[in-house]
């Protein structure tokens, strides 16, 4: 099959020399990098500070839960009444840029849009990781938090889904261009981490990161400790790099 594909591929040239499969599987890759939207310069603690600064019981209401996407620019904050308070207070008491949704008579959604200064950046492939900067500085910084974290966990490395460039042959029909050995694909590895919202202060990520979920779940009588916190934190998200 590889030999037919070979084949076919020289075939193709043959017929139309001005077609380059490098640069038109780079193009690809580039066109995939556009709808990827990672971490950027700010960083995470743009982020962190945006669901430390919610309100946990404003006009009597009590905060259960905050919810961000940040590729979205969304997040979410889930209420729930207490004796005294009822709708107006809770109005009265959250910015009024908050856009506020009623589910029931005790409990409200309040949702926000993350501000664009502190939205997820478009990736630039320069800033992949290659795997010794992952084994050497990345993984290291991770197991070096691992005690203030109740678990983390990142898959293997895949490979990205990027459409695969055709070419249109001179009987109308397209062709496949089969990729070039040289040319790499990124590679996507899956990150998840539960930890107090404070530990991942500490948690360094690459520029390359997706942030895909920000989950925070609000236990006020939680007791304080190295990995318990009333702010119980689930990190979800996506690091590109160089494929190994």
Known sequence: WEERQARIAQE??????????????????AAWAKTAR?????????LLQ???????????????????????RSCVAKYERTRLADNRTLHAALPPTW??????????NASWT???????????????????????VWEPSWQALRPALQDISLSAPGQ????VPNIKLANGLEQPVIRPKEIKLPATRA?????????LYGLALPR??????LHVRFSPDTTPGLTTSAFDTTLKGTIYGESP
């Open 99 to 108: 856009k506020i949704e009623h589910v029931d008579l005790e409990s409200a």
């Open 38 to 46: 990672t971490l950027g310069e700010p960083g995470l603690t743009p």
């Open 114 to 136: 993350v501000p664009a200064g502190l939205a997820a950046q478009p990736l630039l492939l320069a800033e992949l990781p290659d795997a010794n900067a992952m084994r050497q």
């Open 208 to 213: 390359a990161t997706e942030v895909t979920q």
């Open 191 to 199: 990150l998840v981490i539960n930890a107090p919202l404070r530990s």
């Open 50 to 72: 945006q669901v430390e600064s919610v309100p946990t019981a404003p006009g009597r209401w009590k905060l259960v839960e905050v919810d961000c996407q940040p590729k979205v």
């Open 160 to 163: 990205v889904p990027i459409s």
């Open 12 to 29: 193709m040239l043959a017929a139309q020399p001005e077609v380059d499969p490098a640069t038109l599987w780079k193009k690809a890759i």
